[in-house]
Each structure stands twice: as C-alpha cells, then as structure tokens.
C-alpha cells in the first residue's frame, strides 16, 4: 500500500527566505506526482504536475523535483511571501487514477 | 468558467438520515473522484470514476455510493449518515487517468453528523 509522508508537519519563515517541503512515498511504480496549495477552509489548487518520467517543473517562484528511484519529492520556494502562507499537500498517482494524498506541511511566512 | 462545483457548501445531518452531495463539472473530464479530509488523516479516496457509467471503490467506500449517469455528474450518497461520517468532503476532475493532466478540485462540503 502506498503510504506519502510530508516532513515537517510546519514550518514559520520570515518573509525573503527561500525554503524546502518534502514529500517521500514508499512504492516508487507512480505515474506521477502533484503539488497542492489548500488554503484554510478552502479546496485545493493544484501548483505543479511532475510525470514519473520527469525530474523536475517549475512555475515562477516554484520548482519541484522528483527523484523516483529514492521516492521523494521536494518542492522549493524562493523568496517567500505572507502571501504563501497555506498548507501544501504532495500526491502521488498510479496509472489506474488512484492517488495518495500526505497530510501536508503548514507554512507560514511571517512579515 | 465554473471548474468543479460542490453543493451544498454546509449540511448538518442527525444519525441515520441519507442525503446526496452534489458535484457537477464543465471541463469534460472523464475523470471524477470523491475524498474526504480528516484532521491527521489527510485526503483519502472513498470512490472514483473513469467515465460514464463506470465507478470503483476508494481506500475507504463502506457508507457510501456513487453513480456516474453523464460525464458532468458524479454525486455522493450517504444512506444513513453516521457520526463517523463527519468530515469535509471534496470533488476532484481531471481530463483523463492516462494524460498525465492535474486533479482539479471542488472547494469541498463540509458535512456535521449528529
């Protein structure tokens, strides 16, 4: 069974700081892999979409990477803002459309 | 362009009443999903769809059934709602499971079982 697993649970940054999320997953055989904003009491805005067959995608201040073989994913946020501050959750799919969400890592950027 | 909408937002329910929770969307994706959010317990996936008339169990299905009449519809049907079943509830599409494209996602239904 897959399990996805979100290191740390939190995280307080000043505002400016670059900062890492991480993601591991236990069954390497994914389809891909999503990176998700949910914002409080809100639904979930996907960020970025990295297939198995890539090792990274970027989107503005975003870049997430994907090391398949080790099962881990980070995502990379430059120059943070307040703005950032939400809860980034991490899904992994297989071929068949399952996914297994983590439980998230809750940012905040301080001013 | 309306994406994937949830109805209704809120819904408080008494122990062994049914109701259905909508989710409609206007992408024509095939793909349609049901999870529910749970704190420490994050998305899990109650049922799934990879098209019309075609549904298949999640990680956690008991309590709950689905049909998929028309690509837009894919509503939720409690039978008989318990306190278990408290939890905010949330609809995802994606164009297809093959093409590699993103889950989109409903702002969720946030549902109390007394």
């Known amino acids: 069974k897959q399990e996805v697993t979100q290191i740390p649970a939190a995280l307080s940054v000043p505002e400016g700081e670059n900062l890492v999320l991480n993601c591991s997953f236990t069954?390497?055989?994914?389809?891909?892999l999503q990176w998700f904003r949910q914002d409080h009491g809100k639904g979930l805005t996907s960020l970025l979409l990295?297939?198995?067959?890539?090792r990274e995608q970027t989107s503005g201040r975003l870049n997430a990477s994907l090391d398949k073989s080790s099962g881990r994913s980070t995502l990379y946020i430059a120059a943070s803002q307040p703005g950032d501050s939400a809860t980034y959750l991490c899904?992994?799919?297989?071929?068949?459309?399952?996914?297994?969400f983590g439980d998230g890592t809750t940012l905040t950027v301080k001013p | 362009n309306a994406g994937v909408t949830q109805t209704p937002k809120f819904q408080v329910l008494k122990t062994g009443q049914s109701m259905t929770l909508q989710c409609a969307q206007d992408m024509n994706h095939e793909y349609m999903s049901w999870y529910r959010q749970d704190p420490g317990m994050g998305l899990r996936l109650i049922h799934y769809s990879v098209g019309a008339g075609i549904t298949d169990q999640g990680e956690v299905p008991n309590g709950y059934n689905v049909s998929r009449s028309t690509t837009e519809d894919f509503p939720l049907r409690l039978l008989s709602a318990a306190p278990s079943q408290t939890s905010v509830y949330f609809c995802?599409?994606?164009?297809?499971?093959?093409?590699?494209?993103?889950?989109?996602f409903g702002d969720g239904t946030r549902l109390s079982i007394l």
């Open positions: 990295i297939q198995s067959s890539q």
């Open positions: 995802a599409s994606s164009l297809g499971t093959g093409l590699n494209q993103p889950q989109h």
């Open positions: 069954d390497s055989a994914i389809y891909n």
């Open positions: 899904a992994v799919s297989t071929n068949a459309g399952k996914s297994t």
